[in-house]
């Protein structure tokens, strides 16, 4: 199995070419439509993959029973808390509160066209 999050075609088709025989590609990205050049032909054949699109939200959940809500949260929480997964660049910049009005100005003057993910830092003594 190999789970892809980039949501880069060079990604996703570097993980067909390196997936077992009959392997599956978890694909979690929401990704933008691919330009030309994304070639599903040799190694998706060749491999005989299978790509499993990530909506763990969604229910009927297709994998029930061997993956139900709570097992997915669980198996999530374990990645995340063994280190398995790095979170620590996902949500930047984390703020006092001091500052907080200032960033969120700044922010929303000079991103208006994409997503914000910022936080703000409690007891802090700034």
């Given amino acids: 199995m190999i789970i892809e999050t980039s949501g880069y075609a060079d990604a996703l088709q570097s993980a067909l070419r390196g997936l077992a025989y009959g392997g599956t590609i978890s694909y979690v990205a929401f990704a933008k439509p691919f330009a030309e050049g994304f070639n599903l032909g040799r190694e998706a054949h060749f491999n005989n ?52 009005r200032k960033v969120t100005c700044s922010m929303s003057t000079s991103i208006r066209n994409r997503a914000s993910k910022w936080a703000l830092r409690f007891n802090s003594k700034e």
């Fill in 49 to 100: 993959a299978k790509i499993v699109f990530s909506r763990a939200c969604s229910e009927p959940n297709p994998d029930y029973p061997r993956w139900s809500r709570k097992r997915i949260e669980e198996t999530c929480w374990e990645l995340l808390m063994n280190g398995y997964l790095n979170c620590e660049d996902l949500i930047d910049p984390v703020v006092t509160f001091a500052i907080a």
